[in-house]
């Protein structure tokens, strides 16, 4: 799937499961049928694009009615405040910020990813 440039979201039954069960926002009260032919864009992010990185998540992005994904390796689980930072705004990155527990991270705005 990394490969492909968009996809139907029935492919991302092996990341999701039952897709309408993992629905959030405005996709939440769509039924599993209509959800499966709903096609997405695979978005890849230049920052995290590594060969040897194991993608087992997928996130959904659903901006305006259009519908991407990000695959990634994991979510964290806990929140954490960035004690630094500074806007970028260059396409997609909105600021890099510093957290002491992970280092330096990039922050994107996932609707910018459908302009490129």
Do not use: T, W
């Amino acid at each position: 799937m990394l490969d492909k440039e968009k996809i139907y979201l029935k492919e991302l039954k092996g990341f999701l499961g039952k897709l309408s069960k993992n629905m959030k926002g405005s996709l939440r009260q769509v039924k599993e049928k209509n959800l499966e032919k709903i096609e997405a864009f695979v978005f890849h992010l230049p920052l995290a694009e590594k060969k040897e990185i194991e993608y087992n998540e997928a996130v959904l992005i659903d901006c305006e009615k259009r519908y991407g994904v990000i695959f990634v390796s994991e979510f964290l689980d806990k929140v954490f405040l960035p004690e630094k930072g500074e806007k970028i705004q260059k396409g997609e990155i909105e600021a890099r910020v510093f957290i002491p527990e992970l280092g330096k991270i990039y922050l994107i705005n996932p609707c910018a990813l459908f302009n490129r």
